[in-house]
């Protein structure tokens, strides 16, 4: 019986720690003595594309708005021309051709190998008051052997390089049919800046430049050139029209030009001239 006895007291004591491992399992999360806390989301993070920066676009240039120039009617014909140079830009000019007036500058302008004749403007809608028509009778080798021109002022300082800017009107028509020139060919003229002191040979670096078409309405010319020498006296320099392209007549009024100093501002005052 004692023998039993100790035998249940053997299987008791091997079966109380088992009992005791089967207990309740910590809550998820804990160790040791740590208060339980949030679990750590360890999910990987869905793919991103990198970020990108925009690459800074410029805008494209703009040129700054320019007013178009406006004739204060209040000015005379020469005051107006004038204020529109100065409206390019160019400053300082002196006025380069001899004349009190419109009457008397265009009255000055001299016919070479060509005819002359006052015309009548006033119902022409024009804003010049004085016009010549011009006229070829004939083909002539030489183009510059017939001209409508007018030497510079005198006693006007000039230098090399200075810039020759101003303003012609004209029109043109052929009279009659040559051997060189069909009637129904437009008129022509060249003009030129002309000065002794290399034999004639430069022409003024003339825009519009070579020989040109006379339109049968109205047409305004404005005009630059230089003073391509150094000259003693700037009454040797003359302004030129040349016409010798056969028979034919020109109209032409309203001529006014300045000399100014060829600064950098004047030149690229110039320059928007004809661009």
Sequence with gaps: MKIKFIALFILI???LPLNLACGDKPDSGTAGTEAPGEAEDTTPAPPTDPPTTAEPTEPPPTEPPTEPFKVDESLNYWEQIYSELEWYGLEGGVKIFNGDDEQDLMRRFSANGTRKEELDVSGDG?????AYTVRTSKDIDNF????????????????????????????GRRTEESDAFMLDEPAEYYTA????????ASEGAMEPFGRQAAEEEWERIMFTGRVVNEEEQSSTMSFNIYMGYGI??????GIIAWVFPS???NERAAMKIHF
């Design 13 to 15: 004591a091997m079966l």
């Design 126 to 130: 024009v804003p010049f008051s004085v």
């Design 144 to 171: 510059w052997e017939a001209a409508y021109a007018t030497n510079f002022l005198k006693d006007i300082e000039t230098n090399e390089d200075d810039i020759v800017a101003g303003v012609f009107w004209i029109r």
């Design 193 to 200: 800046i002309k000065s002794p002191t290399d034999n004639w």
């Design 248 to 253: 034919q007549e020109l109209d032409i009024g």
């Design 263 to 265: 600064t950098r501002e």
